[in-house]
């Protein structure tokens, strides 16, 4: 089974502060990407990564960066938190992009809460 | 970019009734439609899948229809049970792309 696994579960930072989320993916997959789940706005991709050291904004990127210095590792930096960044955060991984019809396999998510 | 419209937002449905959640999508070179289900709590699980030059998918109780000249797809759940309840999510891509999320169905199904 492919495992997807997140650092935290719940985190709570004060506005302002350096936030780190981590994702880890044991099945040796290519891409992995970061979402944003937000009630009536679905999931929105934050960045997503088709290799070590490659990155490639989504659609919502403003506020956030990302790093991959290892294949089964990718990182969500939030530079200085604010509090419209309260949500959900989703990690995925996929051997392929979505076109090649590859599943992405989800972690359980990190729920931020910026105050 | 890939535009995906999702309807209804949410859904309530006896059990054993069907469930029909529909998308439409602005990019006719599309070609792969995903759909995701999501349970309370947990995190997003591909469900079933369609790719272009296929018109219908069935597994079990559930199916997907692509029509490509309207540019929309739909999820249909026949006969369905309380542990469908979740929050379902279409989606759609094309060529090396990314994929788009709609905005999400809540399916309850009461018992």
């Known amino acids: 089974d492919v495992k997807v696994t997140q650092s935290s579960r719940y985190l709570v930072k004060r506005t302002g502060e350096k936030v780190f989320l981590e994702c880890v993916q044991d099945m040796d997959h290519e891409n992995m990407f970061w979402y944003r789940q937000d009630p009536g706005l679905g999931l929105r991709l934050i960045y997503f990564s088709y290799d070590v050291k490659m990155k490639e904004k989504g659609d919502i990127p403003e506020g956030y960066s990302v790093s991959r210095e290892k294949k089964e590792r990718f990182s969500l930096i939030l530079e200085s938190a604010s509090t419209n960044q309260t949500s959900m955060y989703l990690c995925a991984s996929s051997i392929g992009l979505a076109g090649e019809g590859d599943t992405q396999y989800f972690g359980p998510g990190t729920r931020l809460t910026v105050l | 970019g890939e535009n995906v419209e999702q309807h209804p937002s949410t859904l309530s449905v006896q059990e054993g009734d069907s469930a029909v959640i529909k998308c439409t999508y602005s990019d006719s070179a599309s070609n792969y439609f995903p759909w995701y289900k999501q349970e309370l709590g947990k995190r997003p699980q591909l469900i079933i899948d369609?790719?272009?030059?296929?018109g219908e998918k069935k597994d079990q109780r559930i199916a997907v229809t692509l029509n490509k000249t309207a540019k929309h797809f739909s999820l249909h759940i026949t006969e369905t049970q309380p542990e469908d309840s979740a929050v379902y999510f279409c989606?759609?891509?094309?060529?090396?792309?990314?994929?788009?999320f709609g905005k999400g169905t809540m399916l309850l199904v009461s018992p």
């Open positions: 989606a759609a891509s094309k060529g090396y792309s990314t994929l788009t």
């Open positions: 369609i790719r272009s030059n296929v």
